[in-house]
């Protein structure tokens, strides 16, 4: 592994509204997000379209649920839109995934 590749990996890179991610952006990885991970990088966010109607859609209070997490995209960003009044549940059924998502949650001090 190159060292650019291990910074990659191993210590959270910042996106274009802040928040920060473990990324890996092999397009032919996807244990690890691939794709999202490479769009995350090159464009600063996943799928634009759905990230405004989540954000358009959300307030600062009530409950969210993302099924189907991934790495937590918008697990990440609904508990930034929900703030300390609201609660996020973020479900992944693939472990590697779900503990990636786990590790987002923490590097961008999601708590609800």
Same mark, same amino acid.
């Given at each position: 592994?190159?060292?650019? $590749?291990?910074?990659?990996? &191993?210590?959270?890179?910042?996106?274009?509204?802040? %928040?920060?991610?473990? !990324?890996?952006?092999? @397009?032919?990885?996807?244990?690890?997000g691939?794709?999202?991970?490479?769009?995350?990088?090159?464009?600063?966010?996943? $799928?634009?379209?759905?990230? &405004?109607?989540?954000?358009s859609?959300?307030?600062? %209070?009530?409950?969210? !649920?993302?099924i189907? @997490?991934?790495?937590?995209?918008?697990?990440?960003?609904?508990?930034?839109?929900?703030?300390?009044?609201?609660?996020?549940?973020?479900?992944?059924?693939?472990?590697?995934?779900?503990?990636?998502?786990?590790?987002?949650?923490?590097?961008?001090?999601?708590?609800?």
């Amino acid at each position: 592994m190159s060292r650019r $590749e291990h910074i990659i990996r &191993n210590s959270p890179f910042p996106v274009l509204d802040g %928040t920060k991610w473990f !990324l890996w952006p092999e @397009a032919d990885n996807p244990d690890f997000g691939g794709f999202v991970d490479a769009t995350l990088i090159n464009a600063g966010h996943w $799928e634009s379209e759905s990230t &405004n109607c989540v954000v358009s859609m959300c307030g600062p %209070t009530g409950v969210c !649920l993302d099924i189907g @997490a991934h790495i937590g995209y918008y697990t990440v960003l609904l508990s930034r839109l929900m703030g300390p009044q609201g609660y996020v549940v973020g479900v992944e059924g693939d472990p590697t995934r779900a503990a990636l998502c786990a590790q987002h949650l923490v590097a961008n001090n999601c708590g609800n």
